[in-house]
């Protein structure tokens, strides 16, 4: 069924060009750029990305700025139709304020066109999973009121599990302290973290070794999964082989019965770093006691 309206998220949802175009899912990319060249976007990509980083070049991110959200937005609009905006979490990027600046000067442009701006409150291949499940629903024949109130209920229950490879990054971006990061490095303390309801990163287990940090994520899965005939989306930064051995955990072991693997762009990746893997599925509540094992 056609509809009036058009889906629209940003880069920091980690989804392909191509799922992107088969979902007919618009998206508004955040800059990238390295700090010792500030002044030029970074076009590194995939295992060129990461390399960089490895080598200790240093990645740097912005959000999208007033303007291009007025180009993408007006583009719907003058064709039109309407818009839904699944934005990236607000603790972590100013993507929805800006993208809702834009929604409020446009509507005094267009009064017969409306523009719905949701937190999703979901980062990485968390908030493309969510972005997936409204496509789904849009393609359906969903209106734009009943998506938007999906997206609302739906994004807290969109549950985000991840471990990182170096420690080192994550201190670098401020999300843990010098000490506690010299010291796992040290030890091959590997940390377990989610996405909490209030869409900030929270560290809740810290396990020794890489395979035991990866398989605790299909743990989560397993114990929190209220549909394991749901998709599963597991996201990699330049770690294929750990997102294969996730995978295969569980589809073998855990019981998932539809999964696809993507990359974590650099607009993630610049904070997470090289070998990060994450796991994102429909829970109860991504607070849910379970998850604190």
Not at 109 to 116: F, H, Q
Not at 140 to 169: N, P, Q, S
Not at 192 to 201: I, Q, R, W
Not at 252 to 279: C, D, N, R, S, Y
């Amino acid at each position: 069924m056609s509809q009036n309206y058009t889906l629209i998220t940003d880069s920091a949802a980690d989804l392909s060009p191509h799922l992107l175009e088969s979902m007919g899912v618009r998206s508004v990319p955040l800059n990238v750029f390295m700090k010792d060249n500030p002044a030029h976007p970074c076009t590194l990509t995939g295992r060129e990305f990461y390399d960089a980083l490895r080598a200790g070049k240093v990645a740097c991110t912005s959000a999208a700025n007033l303007s291009l959200f007025r180009e993408v937005f007006e583009a719907e609009l003058s064709a039109g139709r309407d818009i839904l905006y699944l934005a990236f979490s607000s603790p972590l990027s100013c993507m929805y304020a800006t993208g809702k600046l834009a929604a409020e000067e446009l509507a005094e442009e267009y009064p017969e066109r409306r523009i719905i701006v949701v937190d999703t409150l979901c980062a990485s291949l968390g908030e493309g999973l969510l972005v997936y499940h409204c496509a789904e629903k849009m393609a359906r024949g969903c209106t734009l009121d009943e998506l938007a109130a999906y997206a609302e209920e739906t994004k807290l229950k969109l549950i985000h599990w991840f471990t990182v490879d170096d420690l080192m990054f994550l201190k670098r971006g401020g999300r843990i302290g010098a000490v506690s990061a010299f010291a796992g490095s040290l030890l091959g303390i590997k940390p377990v973290l989610h996405v909490s309801d209030a869409g900030k990163l929270v560290a809740k287990q810290k396990l020794r070794g890489r395979k035991n940090a990866v398989l605790e994520l299909g743990r989560h899965y397993d114990a929190e999964c209220t549909d394991k005939e749901s998709t599963v989306f597991i996201a990699h930064a330049d770690a294929a082989d750990a997102a294969e051995m996730l995978r295969d955990a569980l589809l073998h072991q855990f019981g998932a019965k539809h999964i696809v693997i993507g990359e974590i762009g650099a607009v993630i990746g610049a904070h997470a770093g090289p070998g990060t893997v994450a796991l994102f599925y429909l829970g109860t509540s991504r607070e849910d006691p379970s998850a604190a094992r």
